[in-house]
């Protein structure tokens, strides 16, 4: 089957400490996102990518940081500069077309230690 | 930034009765999307309408756009306990890359 795998679904970091976080999708997508949630919020973005090899800052891009060296693969660390990082994180795939929708995996719920 | 902002924050109903969510934005898009999103979960696209289109249906679903007031709905009849989740709805702009953005969506409660 199509489709998007986060993993893990539970994380917890120590202070000080960097994490990934893996998103991996098969639908052959070119655009690849990251968004944070946090309780009783709307999803806000952290990084894109359009293409492998390019990446862009989304809306709230500090503390982060992303690769993209495959089509397949979107992994987000999140550094020890991000202070406040205990929320749920979601990855989404689409095409480049406007009118075709995002994919979403199933998050990956990320705490503090 | 967050474009949207959506009404109510909550919402709960009988299952059968119909229930509207709606949704505000700020700036001129290209289409508008809803999702909906199960506790713990990711979320799964339901419909899109461009800006030129005012109404769109699909199954239960009954989505209308009025560009004028930046506004939509979306209206879901005959719920059923399996609806209950949030939605949220997510605008894409013209420009730019294909990017959403989205509102802080509703919480519905359908009680059996």
């Known amino acids: 089957d199509g489709g998007i795998t986060q993993s893990p679904k539970y994380l917890f970091r120590k202070e000080g400490q960097n994490v990934t976080l893996s998103c991996e999708q098969n639908l052959n997508h070119d655009a690849m996102y990251w968004y944070r949630q946090d309780p009783g919020q709307g999803l806000r973005l952290i990084y894109y990518s359009q293409i492998v090899n390019d990446f862009q800052k989304g809306d709230i891009a500090e503390g982060y940081s992303v690769s993209r060296e495959k089509k397949e693969s979107f992994p987000l660390t999140v550094t020890s500069a991000q202070k406040n990082p205990t929320a749920f994180y979601l990855c989404a795939s689409s095409t480049r077309d406007r009118f075709q929708p995002q994919h979403f995996g199933d998050g990956t719920r990320l705490s503090i230690l | 930034s967050q474009q949207g902002e959506e009404d109510p924050q909550a919402l709960s109903i009988q299952e059968g009765e119909n229930a509207t969510m709606n949704c505000s934005y700020k700036?001129?898009?290209?289409?508008l999307q809803w999702y909906r999103q199960n506790s713990g979960r990711g979320l799964v696209h339901l419909i899109l309408?461009?800006?030129?289109?005012r109404e769109k249906h699909s199954g239960r679903l009954r989505v209308t756009l009025d560009t004028s007031k930046k506004s939509s709905s979306l209206l879901i009849t005959a719920s059923r306990a399996a609806d209950t989740a949030s939605y949220f709805c997510a605008t894409v702009t013209f420009t730019g890359a294909n990017n959403l953005f989205f509102g802080t969506g509703t919480r519905l409660t359908v009680i059996p």
């Open positions: 309408i461009r800006s030129n289109e």
């Open positions: 700036t001129s898009i290209n289409n």
